[in-house]
């Protein structure tokens, strides 16, 4: 027997005796959905993922820039805004708060602009508005800037034979003050140099003087194989490695390599190379291939045993014709045996055109070793955001949209 309370306070005998122990097998399932709650949503990263993410892109056949929609649970991919820039741009960076967007421009006189991200309005898309636009002084020796990053409050763009750093206003992000020019030739070639947008065949090493907001030559490390250049680079997180994706073809002697990772470590006097792992998967013909742009997955994707024990790189080539579809490939380094190899490669949809760019979403809300990443199609200008599991491993499409009408090409795209 038992006894409870009725609504005005005075104890009622409990007619059921096993009511109150039956009762307490209640809880039961209860306790079970939360913890299969709490062990989902800790599997996911901690909490919740938001309904949707935006992403901008930039295009190679028109002068705006496009703010894209991603919700996450319907997987569906949608141009939400068009907003009039000074393109074609050909590349796009976000400051490290993601509040600010700063893009390369092809069209002429050459010209780098910064833009305001406002994300204030719950639920509704980004707005995007000009900040302010800064010449790349010199025209007549400058070449167009096609990549572009910033740091300790500096703007660093460079393109072919030339590069510049400019001041940005703290405070309104505003580009100011060009502060250097960078010559990766010397000064009277400069002169008969190509400044279009194609690419050189060396690297340099090149450190930054905090105080001095200034770059000092260090040394210049040719290409491993003659005339096969470097395109795109980056850096690891302790800034000891880095990896490097070619783009030219080399065929002397018969050798068919590109499109390839090329890895160095960094020292105190430069570059030392280490090793290389190509983007294609042979007997694949090289000479059908352009490399293009490689990045780094972040340690807080990894499960704690996958990211004391190696990192990983995600690279992309395009078809060198229309007919040539691109690929994708992630590559895994170790760091007891200091190896470079392929984990996976994958086909993309097109040749890519002239881009086949890829940026990854901020590391948030996902399961360990599970990554997403945005890819751009200059060809017909698709937008795909795709998924790799690094456990399986395997890379699926989950949506993709065009940013405009078909043939509009998609340049670079970043997540906001």
Known sequence: MSTSNNSGGHPVMNSE?????????????????????VLYTYRRGGAEQPPASYIISGSFTTSSLYVLRYEHESRKLEVVQSVAGYGPHQYLHLDRHRRRL??????????????????????????LTLINQAPINNSNTAAVSSYITSKHSLLFSVGGPTGEIH????????????????????????RHEDKSRKALVQLFSQPLDAEKKALEFVSEIKSVR?????????????????????????LSMGARIASRVDLYDVTRVGLQYRASSSVIEEPE????????????????CLDGESAEEREYIVATTRGATPSQPGHLAVMKYDFKSRTLTNLLRWQTPTSGGKANAIELRPPLHLANNIFQLVLTDDLLG??????????????HLLSRCLIAHQNFGASHAVWI
């Not at 005796?17 to 709650?37: C, D, E, I, K």
């Open 17 to 37: 005796p096993g009511r109150a122990r039956r009762s307490q097998f209640y809880w039961f399932p209860v306790v079970v959905v939360l913890m299969a709650s």
């Open 102 to 127: 700063y893009a390369t421009s092809w069209q002429e006189p050459a010209r780098l602009s910064a833009w305001d991200i406002h994300t204030d309005r719950p639920g509704m898309p980004p707005r």
């Open 167 to 190: 001041r940005l206003n703290p405070d309104t992000g505003a580009i100011e003050q060009k502060l250097q020019e960078l010559l990766f030739v010397p000064n009277e070639a400069l």
């Open 226 to 250: 003659a005339d096969d250049g470097p395109r795109h680079a980056v850096v690891s997180a302790d800034g000891e490695r880095l990896y490097v994706v070619t783009e030219h073809i080399d």
């Open 285 to 300: 013909e090289h000479d059908k291939y352009r490399g293009d742009t490689i990045r780094m997955v972040p340690q807080s």
């Open 382 to 395: 698709w937008i795909s955001v795709l998924e790799c599991n690094l456990s399986t491993p395997k890379i």
